[in-house]
């Protein structure tokens, strides 16, 4: 591939680009076709590096795998989410449901990890790398920077928190917690995978 046809593709698959794949060629470690993921990079070498839904980190490649882009159908819907800024008390706030906005919120890529099945914590994927400000425990992990919480409903698509989620949450990150970012950076921790 040469460096024309490797620009193309960055250019056609920038980060954040959502895509479904229909057929990986790699028998020894193929993602489920109908998998969804969003597109973390593209390598100088042309392949297609994709965070999947289902947790795998494996790349494609294309003109080898199938895949097709998935269009946003929520682009300028409205959801309601908590906002947990370090220092501060959290807040009911509503967001249009788009990745630029919610790396706005957060500084930077985002990272979701599942609170419990039907909410999700939003946070900066590097917010301890990029040394942002401890803010609060959750689970034996302190998170770094402005985070928000909101619904999930197992679809691809965030959703509002109901008034029972936001009761919950607005409750649970109500105290002001002081971390020091050396305590913060002693629960870093980092995964590697193979491909």
């Known amino acids: ?10 250019e056609q698959y920038p980060q954040g680009t ?8 790699d028998p020894y470690h193929p993602v ?17 590096h994709v965070k999947w ?4 980190g494996l790349a494609i490649i294309p003109e080898v795998d199938h895949f097709s882009i998935v269009k946003e159908n929520n682009k ?4 309601e989410v908590i906002v947990v800024e370090p220092d501060k008390h959290p807040r009911v706030e509503r967001i249009t449901n788009d990745l630029t906005t919610m790396q706005t919120i957060v500084g930077g890529d985002i990272e979701e990890i599942g609170l419990d099945d039907h909410t999700v914590l939003v946070c900066n994927e590097e917010g301890k790398l990029i040394n942002l ?20 409903d197992g679809g691809e698509e965030l959703i509002s928190l109901n008034e ?21 950076q002693r629960k ?8």
Not at 18 to 25: F, K, Q, T
Not at 32 to 48: F, N, S, Y
Not at 133 to 152: E, L, M, Q, S, Y
Request: contains cysteine.
């Open 1 to 10: 591939m040469n460096e024309k046809q490797i620009q193309r593709i960055k």
């Open 76 to 79: 300028n819907e409205m959801i």
């Open 18 to 25: 959502r895509i479904e794949l229909n057929h990986m060629d």
């Open 164 to 184: 029972e989620q936001i009761k919950e949450y607005t409750e649970k990150f109500y105290e002001i917690e002081e971390h020091t970012q050396e305590e913060m």
């Open 32 to 48: 489920p076709e109908g998998t969804l993921g969003t597109v973390k990079h593209v390598d100088d070498a042309g392949q297609i």
């Open 133 to 152: 400000k401890a803010n609060r425990c959750v689970g034996h992990d302190i998170i770094a920077g402005t985070f928000f919480i909101a619904g999930d």
């Open 53 to 56: 839904d289902n947790g795998r």
């Open 188 to 195: 870093m921790r980092f995964e590697f995978y193979s491909y």
